[in-house]
């Protein structure tokens, strides 16, 4: 594969470097500040501990997997093996692609390391920078968490630039990308089971039975909650856009590669590095937002972090058209035709950027209390329980309608313009600025952990006034960041499945009227509603065991509930970490064993079928629950900002059940969905030289089940 | 189109005229019944006033609506604009298409109507009949339910023989199915609106806020409730069933019609009263079935209920062989691999039978009181409102996995033995028994009825059990039916789409890898999500208006609740009917323009993927729905039977949070998507002559989106 490697790539190498460089600045900058009096050191000093302790657990689990998975790509993917009929990207370079994975695994867990350590010191920092104004507050929890954003787009891109640039062809950045996802799976997972475990769990005693407020240091869960934040929202949604990332980039390489197998090598190289240079650029871009972010004041924190977001997307695309003209510069040889390709990808890639942003818009719609749908969620909680789950149910469907709407349009005009490489560019365009999103998305936990240390250390009503205001505007970025990061996912693995597709060869179809592939597509379906199932099942079988474990120690020392004892934490977190390690390997086993037997059963196009099944329902049953998940969760808080009759009366109680069935839709089994995707579809990708070899592609029940 | 009508299509018309006459006799037996004292025959009054306005009302409404669908038929479908390409199926016969059209909806209604009022008539003659003993309520009700089973299966086979011999052609047929599928939307769509908002609105304020008992004559719902089970549960059901069993005998008649071109005339004959005649032989298993019923002692209906349905499954598949002896002995000039297909079709009928048992049999693990789903889901109960919904949605997305496999299995093997025609074949076997279904299923509102009218009529404790005990075997055998039914129409709706395709012509193909066959597949998947979205919105809107009217009467008049004045059940049921008219407006101009939306603008092969998304979501959203609802139900029942605290704990009314949500999900979304995708595969195929004008099929952008 003689590919020429563009010197443009260096631009995407520095920009990576220059931002983990930032990263490491904000790090040190939020290092310096103040962590308050003595108290606040020591809750916050519990949520580090708590949440060390379940990365160092979760990484060592992860080693062994990671490793044996190495192996598996060393052994199983020869390339004599796959040599009669060898695929163009996977087989023949099993050496690379297995260092690759682990290049991979470790970048991505490198990233969520430095993102949560940051975020856990972050917020005994923000809450104290709150005594002094809501300028300080909301600087210390925004750069706090736009040091994960940094280090989630740094490392990708640095990872797979050198691993291009060394090795010269995208087939091993499907190994660094499988080494991503593989993380994911298992911090969005584990993280999501975690939160929930202990959130539902902390809330059931402490808030229902012992009218406990929110946050109360007596509650023996509410460390593991607070931990559960970070974990979740920080290292799990990070390694979750980190995947996404690195995955959509992943795809349009392998179809760049595949595509312009006929243009020149130099063409070749361009297109192929276009990704990366696009996702650089966004990049830059994300960072001038937040810079510009810091520049401000801060009237309303919401509103600034959604101008973060759009200010990015302008840069983006202003600055994007500028790159694309310095590479069809530097590119020698391009013809005419080519220049116009470019320009057509680059117009690709801005569809997909607005339609992240218009995505992320309409699930901001459908969870906004000041909008007909949560307000409607909430006066049904008038009529009870059962009402306001119907009807946040029923919002939840019905927001999955616009999303998937702007996918089929995004999808239809890119790939009018540059067919499925349009469509890997729209991806890449809608994941671009995702420094921002996870920026904005690490914000979230920490304000919410800085108001509970406010709270708990005991600064007074002014305080947490500041820290509350700076906490709501973190739910407003939420909603939008969600949307953002499911239609992202979402378009990211359509793409890799047209690279599976481009890989497998020439003459392959899925024609939904052979029975096999019909029959994938049916599996493909169920598969993410059995994920989901095993999620939520997972969250409320830990959740009783918290449960259990609160009223013992409440009843069995009543100093705690009487504030003289402090109760025992540890138990809980322990509770959290070891339930959610154990929860997680059934959806993880399905998660790679599934792509896998269908397509050995029924062939590599039922396999592809399986993947557009599982791609469809998983996007559905992921807004859905989102969408559902965050109505209920602001359907509630406007109760208990004094609407209808306000805290304490029915309604609250109602909306409160509301909120609690939504919690593991919302931060597991929902956004757990998109990892699960991505997983699916590299697995198939890699593993594809391995099934071509059974009945040449046809599986072993395949040939049966076609005309 | 020469074909050669076989005489033994006289077999079935035969069987479906003595279906009618047992129906008649049947009914005429349960009106000379004692209908109880006089109490008892008001009460029965108010219900059989009820059923009859809502049915009044309904079908004035279906009759413009079938005149606006008949002039579209004649007008639209001209065989000159089809001329240059005609498909096979649709154009060419639109007088005759029209005309069966109106039949089909008048046949859909006669059943309908017939089924119901005897339904109505039955409830307090079987509530008189517990007076004497369990078998004599028994054999009220059961026969009672009879009547729809028969009458719906009679007068489908009546209408399918009579069109096929008078018009030689499955197309004509084709309008008899549309027409039927047409009256099952409103009536299933209504009748599930309906019932929901009388329940749901009876239960929030009678039970919840007025602690009045179930069937408390006070409530000024209890009515509209009772009246709701029939126009849901009787109306509802039978329509739904009349609808996938009409269409799956289509899609099998069109697919020997196409498929069988080459074979003598015939043959081609032959096979295409295949279906017919094996529904029948089905029909004379439902009549012994349902004779034998009565020939033994009940000592516990629900066992002998399950008796009826695999004693008419052994009868069917051992005359089945029979008669196809018959056939082929009847058959001129059939050739030996002729033969040997019809024996191989015949394993296919048995295995599409076998494999609906065995989906209605998961069905019932996850919703029976004593297996491990529905226990989990109670003790959740125990930890509140939340965990049990979240346990319930949980086991129902799980539920979802065992049906699907059962139709994957189903479908690869018949497809194995004889391609698309062994689907459909297989689709004729699982629905052969729907007469016993259908009778099974419209037993269970009877049996609640009578439970009311036996407490409401003062008829004393020990009668009341006898019923109460009747009423919980109905529970039991509607687990099973649902999940039959939903089984069943899924394969049908497939078997459709296969003659569907067919009916395209020879070259089409459905590749997920052209963008507007995803695009299509997308919009499908969405489309039953929108779809139930909608209706349980619907029935949370009416159910609202409901609550309201309600407290207004036992505010203004407090005599009412001093059981000194009867409430007004005529407002109540005015609520129900009219909400529910107005709610399924929207949800039925969905179902009929959806599909002629995508064809048109993305093309006939887009569609095709369209369809075969919405019938995978479809399936996952019916399952999952129709399970939840029924664990729930018997989750709070087996409670309220004193397990885990029984009545009036906190558990209880947990558990009673649980069922109200279920109620929606399991009596008016989960199964109306059954006839929503009938609906859409009908209108496709109807309309594909239409359709296949734009472009030449390729839809107004389907051509910018092909590679």
Chains 1, 2 share one sequence.
């Not at 977001?309 to 590479?327: E, K, P, R």
């Not at 702007?406 to 469509?423: C, E, P, R």
């Amino acid at each position: 594969m003689a590919v020429v490697v563009p010197l443009t790539l260096i631009i995407a190498l520095v920009i990576g470097v220059l931002s983990i460089i930032v990263a490491i600045i904000f790090s040190i900058l939020i290092l310096r500040e103040d962590p308050g009096n003595e108290k606040m050191v020591e809750i916050s000093g519990y949520i580090e501990d708590g949440a060390k302790k379940f990365l160092w657990v979760q990484y060592r689990i992860l080693s062994i997997f990671v490793l044996v998975l190495f192996v598996v790509i060393l052994l199983f993917l020869p390339s004599d093996l796959t040599s009669n009929n060898v695929p163009v990207i996977s087989g023949d370079m099993n050496w690379e692609q297995a260092i690759a994975y682990i290049v991979g695994s470790v970048a991505s867990m490198f990233a969520g390391w430095l993102g949560m350590i940051i975020g856990v010191k972050a917020n005994t920092r923000a809450a104290q920078g709150c005594t002094k104004s809501i300028d300080k507050g909301f600087d210390v929890a925004f750069f706090g968490g736009s040091v994960m954003g940094l280090a989630v787009v740094g490392s990708a891109l640095i990872g797979i630039s050198v691993i291009y640039w060394i090795f010269q062809t995208p087939a091993v950045v499907l190994g660094f990308s499988f080494g991503a996802s593989t993380i994911a799976l298992f911090m969005k997972c584990g993280g999501g089971i975690y939160t929930k475990t202990a959130d539902v769990g902390a809330d059931l005693v402490g808030k229902a039975e012992y009218q406990l407020p929110e946050d109360d240091i007596r509650n023996p869960a509410t460390i593991a909650d607070n931990v559960g934040d970070n974990v979740g929202d920080i290292a799990g949604m990070g390694s979750d856009l980190f995947d996404s990332y690195v995955a959509s980039i992943l795809a349009a390489m392998i179809l760049a590669n595949l595509l312009m197998s006929g243009a020149s090598d130099a063409v070749r190289g361009t297109f192929i590095i276009f990704p990366i240079i696009l996702s650089s650029v966004g990049l830059i871009a994300s960072l001038i937002g937040i810079l510009l972010i810091k520049a401000l004041k801060t009237k309303d924190p919401g509103k600034l972090l959604n101008f973060g977001t759009y200010i990015a997307t302008f840069i983006f695309a202003a600055l994007g058209a500028l790159f694309v003209w310095i590479m069809i510069l530097t590119t020698d040889g391009i013809t005419d035709a080519q220049i116009v390709r470019m320009w057509k990808d680059y117009a690709c890639v801005v569809i997909g950027l607005l339609s992240g942003v218009l995505i992320g818009w309409t699930s901001d719609i459908f969870t906004r209390d000041d909008k007909a749908p949560t307000r409607n969620i909430a006066r049904s909680a008038q009529e009870g329980d059962a009402v306001v789950i119907l009807s946040g149910f029923a919002y939840g469907m019905l927001s999955v309608v616009p999303p998937a709407l702007g996918i089929a349009v995004a999808m239809s005009l890119s790939y009018f313009l540059d067919g499925v490489f349009g469509v890997a560019m729209a991806a890449v365009g809608m994941l671009a600025i995702v420094g921002t999103v996870v920026s904005n998305d690490a914000y979230g936990p920490i304000v919410d952990n800085s108001r509970a240390i406010a709270e708990q250390g005991g600064l007074g009503e002014e305080v947490i006034r500041i820290a509350d205001k700076l906490d709501s505007a973190g739910n407003t970025a939420k909603a939008i960041t969600k949307g953002f990061a499911i239609g992202a996912a979402n378009l990211a693995v359509f793409a890799l499945l047209f690279s599976y597709a481009e890989d497998v060869g020439v003459d392959f179809t899925m024609d939904l009227l052979n029975m096999n592939i019909l029959i994938g597509a049916f599996l493909g379906v169920v598969a993410p509603v059995l994920f989901s199932a095993l999620l939520i099942l997972a969250v409320q079988r830990n959740a009783a065991k918290m449960v259990d474990e609160i009223r013992d120690q409440f009843e069995n020392n009543l100093k705690i509930l009487e504030g003289k004892e402090p109760p025992n934490f540890h138990s809980t977190i322990e509770i959290a970490t070891k339930g959610a390690l154990r929860e997680l390997i059934l959806p993880s086993i399905i998660s790679i064993s599934f792509p896998i037997l269908v397509g050995a059963i029924f062939g590599v196009a039922a396999l592809g079928a399986f993947l557009v099944g599982a791609i469809l329902s998983g996007f559905v049953f992921a807004i859905f629950m989102s969408n559902a998940g965050g109505a209920w969760d602001n359907a509630k808080k406007w109760i208990e900002d004094g609407n209808l009759g306000g805290k304490g009366t029915a309604t609250h109680k109602a909306s409160i059940t509301g909120d609690t069935v939504g919690d593991p839709f919302k931060d597991t089994a929902g956004p757990s969905i998109n990892t699960l995707l991505v997983v699916m579809v590299l697995t198939a990708t890699i593993f594809l030289g391995l099934l071509l070899l059974i009945n040449g592609g046809a599986g072993w029940l395949g040939q049966f089940l076609t005309p």
